[in-house]
């Protein structure tokens, strides 16, 4: 009997479909090529149905791929060579939320975009967050350690995780951490999960502190006549202390391809900042901000409507399906440099893109130093395809030789796979090649990933 046969008879038809949908085997990576194969997907109704998947799959040596809404930009949720994928999107249920408490229990297929509603509608914040916040899942964030313009100020989406649920091999549900904020009774195994794109295990639910919502949020955009400039005020900024919440840049090229809800003058490099916290407060950190960023800007702008700051972030999360849909496709990374190479990393990647035939552009998360930087592509044409890998190489040896990492948030996943060796010491790559090892003994977990 096939794969598929054998675990529709194990878990039931409504978790197996007959054939696997075409959408499981892509990511967001597609228009740089890459799709996968799958010798069946489950769709587990709950964490017992995960352990029972991945019990069968471990005594059969069948790889197994976790996927959460398939949003990635590494391609981690892509299988490369069969196997079965996990979905986990049934697994959708608020275990238990407690608001006088900040603590919010949730299965690992919650999308984001839930998990932050149902927090807001009691008063309360959880801050990450990532720009496909309607797919991705509160599993895939933990999975890529996924961050987001606010994690400027409050860290990535494992600064507030208290607890993970998982399954690891051969089939075995353990559970690290729990509803409390502090833990050092042994090894920190909920942070070894965090970031660990599917190759150590799959979340089955997670256990997420929150924080009471700040009064207010005010963004301040201001426009600068080059990177250089505008990279000024970014570290005029921080270097001011003014406690911002989110800092991020967008160059003259991604403005042009993705225009803003606001007057900016043309070919301007524009900085994005936003202060929260209670009424009175905002209103002083705003002329501040004001202040600051108008040092040498050639203009501010400061939206004080709440129609006009919701149009602005719904514009901010959609700028790069508005930068991909002037060509079709784009191939991007997300490398991070120390804040003081931000400059030097924008305009190398321009320079990149001119040396690989490609048009390019950028924008970020200016105050952790992180870029998203990408080369515009026809889907489907190999000749560009193949510039695009290159020009993708050498924006990895850029951030290295920037004294950076070569992801700040996607993750490795497949699209990056081959170039860990080159910023991680022979030691530090022993080390985790012994951790994948202690929790995945045959390499099922998610192969070809991070490595
Ligand atoms: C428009 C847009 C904007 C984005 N903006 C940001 C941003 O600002 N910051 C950012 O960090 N990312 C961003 N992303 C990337 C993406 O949304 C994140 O990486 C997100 O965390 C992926 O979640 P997902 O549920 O879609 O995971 P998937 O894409 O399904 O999977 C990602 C990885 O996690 C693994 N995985 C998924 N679920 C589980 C699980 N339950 N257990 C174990 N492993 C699992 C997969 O195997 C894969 O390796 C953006 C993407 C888009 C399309």
Not at 358 to 386: I, K, Q, R, T, V
Request: aromatic content about 4%; glycine content about 12%.
């Amino acid at each position: 009997m096939s794969i598929a046969g054998e675990l529709r008879g194990l878990l039931g038809e409504d978790a197996v479909p007959e054939r696997v949908p075409a959408r499981y085997l892509v990511d967001e990576t597609e228009s740089r090529g890459l799709r996968g194969r799958a010798d069946a997907v489950v769709l587990p109704r709950d964490a017992g149905q995960v352990a029972e998947a991945v019990a069968w799959c471990y005594e059969r040596e069948v790889p197994i791929v976790p996927r959460g809404g398939g949003t990635g930009y590494a391609g981690g949720a892509v299988p490369l060579d069969g196997g079965v994928v996990v979905s986990l999107e049934r697994l959708d249920r608020i275990c238990s939320f407690e608001p006088l408490l900040w603590r919010l229990h949730v299965e690992a297929g919650v999308t984001t975009g839930d998990v932050r509603r149902n927090a807001r509608e009691s008063g309360l914040y959880y801050p990450p967050d990532p720009g496909a916040a309607e797919q991705s899942q509160i599993g895939g964030n933990v999975a890529t350690n996924a961050g987001g313009p606010h994690a400027f100020k409050y860290g990535a989406t494992g600064a507030w995780v208290t607890g993970l649920e998982a399954v690891v091999a051969p089939g075995e549900p353990i559970a690290v951490g729990g509803p409390f904020r502090k833990d050092v009774a042994g090894y920190d195994l909920k942070s070894l999960l965090v970031g660990s794109e599917g190759t150590l295990g799959i979340v089955t639910a997670v256990r997420l502190r929150l924080i009471p919502a700040p009064e207010a949020a005010v963004p301040v955009i201001s426009a600068h006549a080059s990177t250089r400039a505008g990279c000024d005020a970014v570290e005029r900024v921080v270097g001011s202390g003014l406690a911002v919440a989110a800092l991020e840049y967008l160059d003259a090229e991604t403005m042009r391809l993705a225009p803003g809800p606001f007057p900016i003058p043309d070919r301007a490099f524009v900085v994005l900042a936003e202060v929260d916290g209670s009424r009175e407060e905002v209103a002083r950190l705003r002329a501040e901000l004001v202040d600051v960023l108008g040092e040498h800007a050639i203009a501010v702008h400061a939206p004080e409507t709440r129609e006009e700051i919701d149009a602005l972030w719904r514009w901010r999360d959609g700028v790069s399906l508005s930068v991909r849909a002037s060509r079709g496709g784009k191939a991007g990374e997300d490398i991070v440099v120390p804040l003081e190479r931000l400059a030097e990393a924008i305009d190398a990647t321009a320079e990149i893109g001119r040396s690989h035939r490609l048009p390019s552009c950028s924008w970020g998360h200016a105050g952790d130093g992180n870029l998203h930087s990408n080369f515009l592509l026809a889907p489907g044409d190999a000749d560009e395809l193949a510039r695009a890998g290159r020009a993708c190489a050498d924006l990895l040896e850029l951030a290295v030789r920037l004294g950076g990492s070569i992801s700040g948030e996607h993750g490795v996943g497949t699209v990056k796979a081959g170039h860990l060796a080159s910023h991680r010491a022979a030691a530090v790559l022993g080390l985790d090649a012994a951790v994948k090892r202690a929790f995945d003994p045959k390499g099922l977990f998610n192969p070809g990933k991070k490595e």
